[in-house]
């Protein structure tokens, strides 16, 4: 996931500094930005990508600031807790924003009463992948397998309670079936033994698998999003396999400290939507299987307003529990 999200992140920094001219400062002070992730993840080089590109725009020093713990929870409770001056951003994910209010009792934040939404930055469709061992070509096809051999086929995950699990929970869900879940610490060594035929399967962000299927290592059965992607126009989604509606993407976006002032988020909503409508921007997004999404901050808050219940029921359903 590092590599190709890295020349992502080099692509945003030099468009960043070839578009704009330094504007006027927002602030004497530096925009921070709080990672709530270890560096060299989606989240961290997303937030490093656009931050850099929006100092140059505001005429601000960028520092990121990578607080890792609780999924995320850490980080996401001391960006709460920051000033509401526009001076601090969150990089929010779908697992800070949506799933952990219904995995941890004692969150140190409000996903809605706490921030206030500023931008969304991307969306990032999970791929179901198995090894080129596996006999199951189609989605039916696993499925037929899974259900043959109850209890007995794995899927691994980045950890209780991520991104995979949980939308490989959700498959569960709809499709009833009863699948072992492997959990690692971290994406890579969880997709590292599936290449390695340790586990069955697993449903995890598109950057993570497309090098792996596009060199043949893995085969791509399905896609998490209502559309095909790009780079693989052949795989069906989900939802066109026989589950209507089924829609599991991760997401990633800025919000601020709740009260920071309307006229300075809109400022940030506009620089960073700038970056994201760069047309060289969106074509090596879509290469890598992740979608910019420049929108509103009202449209930002809306679709973390439906997340919030319907994440809520899978952890509910599939009795989830955080590592």
Known sequence: MTHSLDRRALLLAGLGAAV????????????????????????DILARAVGNTLGTALGQTVVIENKPGAGGSTGAGEAARAEPDGN???????????????LYPKLPYDPVKSFTPVAWVARVPNILVVNTGSPARTLKEFLELARAKPGRLTYSSGGNGSAAHITFEYLKLQARLFMLHIPYRGTAPSVTDLLGGQVDATFTGAPAVLP?????????????????LAPLPDVPTVAESGFPGFDADQWYGFVAPAGTPPP??????????????????????????????????????????RELPRWAEVVRAGQVRPD
């Open 264 to 305: 300075i988020v809109a400022r940030l909503n506009n620089e960073i939507n700038k970056i994201l409508r760069l047309p060289e921007v969106a074509q090596q997004l879509a290469t890598e299987g992740a979608i910019a999404t420049p929108t509103t901050p009202k449209a930002y808050a809306d679709l973390i307003a």
């Open 212 to 228: 792996h299927v596009r060199n043949g290592r893995l085969r791509a059965l399905a896609v998490s999003s209502t559309q095909r």
């Open 88 to 102: 601090t951003l969150l990089m929010g994910h779908i697992g800070t924003l949506a799933v952990n209010p219904a």
């Open 20 to 43: 704009w001219p330094t504007a006027g400062a927002q602030s004497t002070r530096p925009l921070r930005i709080i990672v709530p992730f270890p560096p060299g993840g989606s989240t």
